[in-house]
C-alpha cells in the first residue's frame, strides 16, 4: 500500500522568495511522480511529472526526484501571489495507472 | 474543450438518504477515475475505469458505495444510506489513454461537495 507523505502542511512565503516543497513515498516500485495544484474551490491541476533521477525545470519550477532516498519535490523560484495554493504530488505505481496523492501542502505568498 | 463535468456541484442530503454523483469526461478519454477529498485524509483514490469497464475499485468502501460507467460520455457514483462520514468532495477525473503513453496527466473535475446531515 503506497504512503504518500507532503511537508510542510502549510507555508508563507514573501513574494519573490524561492520555495521548496517536499514529497516521501513508500513503494520503491513507484515509476512516475507528478505535482498538481489546486487553486481554491478550483480543480486540481497537473503542473509536472518526473521519471527519472535528477531534475526537470519547466519555467519558475523544477522538480527533483531521488528514488533512492524515496523522495522528490518541487521548487518555485520567484513565488508570485498567484502561486498560492494547495500543492498535491502524486505517485504513479507500478501498474500504470494509479496515482497515490499526498494530503498537500498550502501555500501562501504574501505580496 | 468544457473539460470534466461534474453535476451537482453541491448536494445536502439527509443521513440515510441515497446520493448520486455524475461526470461527464473529456471527450475523447478512456481513462476514468473517481477521487475523494477531505482535510484530513486529502485525495483518497476510490475507482477506474478504462474503456467504460470497471479496472480498480480498491478504494470503494465495499457496501454502500457504487460506481458505473454506462456509456463513454459519463459516470455516475452512488452513495446509498449515505452517513455524517461521507462528507467530502468527490472528483472524477479522466485522461487519455494512448498506446505506449504510461504517464498521462489526470484532468480533473471541479467536484460535487457532499453534505450529510
Known amino acids: 500500500q503506497q504512503n504518500v507523505q507532503q511537508s510542510p502542511e502549510s507555508l508563507i512565503v514573501p513574494e519573490g522568495a524561492r520555495t521548496s516543497l517536499n514529497c516521501t513515498f513508500s513503494?520503491?516500485?513507484?515509476?512516475y511522480f507528478w505535482w498538481y495544484r489546486q487553486h481554491s474551490g478550483k480543480a486540481p491541476k497537473a503542473l509536472m511529472s518526473i521519471f527519472s533521477n535528477g531534475e526537470k525545470e519547466e519555467g519558475r519550477f523544477t522538480i527533483h526526484l531521488n528514488k533512492a532516498s524515496l523522495h522528490f519535490s518541487l521548487h518555485i523560484r520567484d513565488s508570485q501571489p498567484s502561486d498560492s495554493a494547495l500543492y498535491l504530488c502524486?505517485?504513479?505505481?507500478?501498474?500504470?495507472?494509479?496515482?497515490?496523492f499526498g494530503t498537500g501542502t498550502s501555500l501562501l505568498v504574501d505580496p | 474543450n468544457a473539460g470534466v463535468i461534474q453535476t451537482p456541484r453541491h448536494k445536502v442530503t439527509g443521513k440515510g438518504q441515497e446520493a448520486t454523483l455524475w461526470c461527464e469526461p473529456i471527450s475523447g478519454h478512456s481513462a476514468v477515475f473517481w477521487y475523494r477529498q477531505t482535510i484530513v485524509q486529502g485525495l483518497e483514490f476510490l475507482t477506474y475505469f478504462r474503456n467504460q469497464a470497471p479496472i480498480d475499485d480498491s478504494g470503494m468502501p465495499k457496501e454502500r458505495f457504487s460506481a458505473q460507467m454506462p456509456n463513454q460520455s459519463h459516470s455516475t457514483l452512488k452513495i446509498q444510506s449515505t452517513q455524517p462520514q461521507d462528507s467530502a468532495v468527490y472528483l472524477c477525473a479522466s485522461s487519455l489513454d494512448r498506446q505506449g503513453v504510461s504517464n498521462e496527466r489526470l484532468f480533473f473535475g471541479h467536484g460535487t461537495k457532499l453534505s450529510v446531515l
Open positions: 513503494d520503491s516500485a513507484s515509476q
Open positions: 502524486a505517485v504513479r505505481d507500478g501498474m500504470g495507472y494509479k496515482l497515490t
